[in-house]
T-cell receptor, first 116, second 116 residues
Framework: AQSVTQPDIHITVSEGASLELRCNYSYGATPYLFWYVQSPGQGLQLLLKYFSGDTLVQGIKGFEAEFKRSQSSFNLRKPSVHWSDAAEYFCAVGPILTGGGNKLTFGTGTQLKVEL | DTGVSQNPRHKITKRGQNVTFRCDPISEHNRLYWYRQTLGQGPEFLTYFQNEAQLEKSRLLSDRFSAERPKGSFSTLEIQRTEQGDSAMYLC??????????????FGPGTRLTVL
């Protein structure tokens, strides 16, 4: 069965500092990989996704993620964090054949706090 | 707003009562998904529909849970004889599923259920 591990439950960074959120997955084949962000009282917003091709993908709000097949990882990065980035971040996997079109498996999330 | 909408946003009920939630997907989307998110966890898949057909149900969806999408548009999720363990955020998502294409799921704001 597929699974997603986000080892960091909470992360605190200073505004302007760089950020890396870790995600490791277990899957039978190369999955379709996602990062979502959830602000309090809001639904999930897609930041970026990896389907195939270039292993470094760019997303919205200045985020990027790198797929490393050998490490089964899909870490999210941002070079300079803004106070508005404080939120909960979820990594998810889905079957590549459906392009994310059926069930997604999510990690437990990383809560990001930004210090001014 | 043409996004996914969910009603009600909050529901407080007493143990043993029945509750029903509604999800209105993005209008042209043929797939609709239900997830449950408990405190400190990522969303967990419950079920999904393609048009009016329910294609997959999770083991999490006990006999007390039933979901419908009668006309292939909006969906309802009913929980009978609620238990305190049902307290969670219930998230709905929709997508336009096309084979071998990118099928991003768009999430609604969720319905937060509290069972007293």
């Amino acid at each position: 069965a597929q699974s997603v591990t986000q080892p960091d439950i909470h992360i605190t960074v200073s505004e302007g500092a760089s950020l890396e959120l870790r995600c490791n997955y277990s899957y039978g084949a190369t999955p379709y990989l996602f990062w979502y962000v959830q602000s309090p009282g809001q639904g999930l917003q897609l930041l970026l996704k990896y389907f195939s091709g270039d292993t470094l993908v760019q997303g919205i709000k200045g985020f990027e993620a790198e797929f490393k097949r050998s490490q089964s990882s899909f870490n999210l990065r941002k070079p300079s964090v803004h106070w508005s980035d404080a939120a909960e971040y979820f990594c998810a996997v889905g079957p590549i054949l459906t392009g994310g079109g059926n069930k997604l498996t999510f990690g437990t999330g990383t809560q990001l706090k930004v210090e001014l | 707003d043409t996004g996914v909408s969910q009603n009600p946003r909050h529901k407080i009920t007493k143990r043993g009562q029945n509750v029903t939630f509604r999800c209105d997907p993005i209008s042209e989307h043929n797939r609709l998904y239900w997830y449950r998110q408990t405190l400190g966890q990522g969303p967990e898949f419950l079920t999904y529909f393609q048009n009016e057909a329910q294609l997959e149900k999770s083991r999490l969806l006990s006999d007390r849970f039933s979901a419908e999408r009668p006309k292939g548009s909006f969906s309802t999720l009913e929980i009978q004889r609620t238990e305190q363990g049902d307290s969670a955020m219930y998230l709905c998502a929709s997508s336009l599923f096309i084979v071998r294409r990118d099928n991003e799921q768009f999430f609604g704001p969720g319905t937060r259920l509290t069972v007293l």
